[in-house]
């Protein structure tokens, strides 16, 4: 592991002591191997003057919910190093009352609550004290002889602190350690704490952070030393699948990744974005002799608990029985260490898919990379420990403390409100712009992850600006259309949501004037090009969470105009298609509707002479023709938005064979 310190880059975060330490910060936060998303913690002790001009010596400690990748200088709380000091002196302290006199003592009441760690960082005696979840200090501490290893790596320029739960006990149980003691003296640089992390300590920002990288890099380079066969390097060792072959070979099944989203979802009570890791290395790993066992012993520290539980699920050749075991497993090492709690839902995080890879989950793909990037760690890291003796991580009753812990619980409820199509996966057709952009929009605001498609160039572009995937395909050919789906089932792990709109508008097409051209085009593109892909969504959404298809079809359907034929005719049959598919998918629960609109003049084929020519042709004023309606209102295509975005709620689970309006209600359909 290589030091990322930069002069002229320290320079630019300021050279006082807080400015250092947000860049050094920032240098621990940069590397995966030592902190993943919000991991670790730092702190730097200041002497300076409070508001009414009386020195004051401060602890600035990490805040909670910060990141050390992205922390800044107010991402430091002030803690008053006095009132810390006290807390250390206390034979006892419950969680909550050392988080509110943490927050009593700090000159900042609007800074972020410190780190619960912070009473440790202010018992070291040391300006900057950095604190890592190090992968290389976990395959080694997670070990039956851990911490023979580590006096042998170490020597005496670390204290060995055997696992006891974060927060006041761990603080205490060091400051009993230390007390009387000059560490200076003694050559104490850090502190190991068993199957947890490391500390290092130092007065220069620098040094600090360097002695980091200096113990990761001697435990790396010990473990390099006894580490036969890297992870899928197809050496001996656990990389041999029990098959023989070569893992990474093996096909992805995407149907089958469908149902392992939705018996997951099931379990979670809510959609799940599935993220499938392929790579040989998970597959590998997955499909590793004896991982069924070992991989789901625990996690690398406690406080990936959060994320990931305490262990995968493991993907036998059954789904459903595969993820009912992990829950019946669940409730089980619930009743075995509750003492009151409420059991939180048994879903797992991430699971070990023999030959396929890991599969990690989330309320959103941003959740489902975090999970992914901690189980691509996990194993990496367990590998190593296998190969060198035996993985043995913290025992469920510690992991138990961690997962229910309310401190840390607290950390993931800070997130925002659940939407109501969140971890849905939709797939838009035609949405480039006018309707099927606003579908798109709406559907994204709701939560849905959205894959947008559209012969149009710049769809990758527009889809972007909301959040969504775009992507350039031609509806009327197989391939392409075959391959866009794959795609949003491989990305997010299925498919819930199929919203067919694309569809053309040929002008003045009267029956003894048209092209024949004309005809077969509209008809290919209005109708053939949604039947096609009907046969290519079907599978996975019989797989989908609470799954619908939503048609967009027209108020000519049942109110048609002269000039129009191939265009009517197109939406009539699009609407019989509905029906059909509606009488077909009902037994599989997927929900088929057609949406009816007006025109909507708010895009971009409505220019402002169009308009005029059309409401001249009738006799009317501008404002006139956009609202012929009984009701005199203007359609807008964001009301097409917002009525399919509620198509595909749970709002309409009842309702399959739907032909709504929306129209401003119109005579000849009423
Ligand atoms: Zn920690």
Redesign the pocket.
Known sequence: MQSLWNDQEAASFGTDLLGQRVYTSRLLGRNPALVLHG???TSVKVEENDFFGEPVSLCYVKGSGWDLATIEREGFSPVRMNALLKMAELPAMSDSDMVLQQRAAMTNPNAPAASI?AILHAVLPFRFVD???ANAISALTCNADGEARVKEIFGKRVLVVPYVM?GFILAKTVYDMIKGRNLRAEGIEGIV?LK??LFTFHDEARRSYELHIEMVTMAEEWLAKHDPAPLCAGGKGTCETEAGMPAHLAHEDLVDLAKLRKAVSIKRGHAQIAKLDPSPQAASYASSNGVENYGTRGPL???HSIRTKRAPAFIGEDIAASVQKFADDYAAYFQRNADGQMMLDPAPRFALWPNKGIVSFGDTIKDANIVADIAGHTAKTVHLAQVIGQWEPLPEKDIFEIEYWELEQAKLRKGPARKVLQGKVALVTGCAAGIGFAIAESLAEQGAQVVGVDIDKDIPEIMKKIGAVGIIVNLTEDKPVQDVVDFAVREFGGLDIVVSNAGIFPKNEYLDSMTQNDWDRTISINLTSHQKLMGKVIPFLKQGIEASIIFVGSRNYKAPGPGAAAYSCSKAALTQLCRVAALELAPDKVRVNIVHPDAVFDTKLWTAEALERSATRYGMTIEEYKTKNLMKVEIKSKDIGNMVAAMASPLFLKVTGAQIPVDGGNDRVI
Request: glycine share 22%.
């Open positions: 991991g670790g913690n760690e604190h890592s979840h974060p704490l947890h992390g520290t406690p406080d």
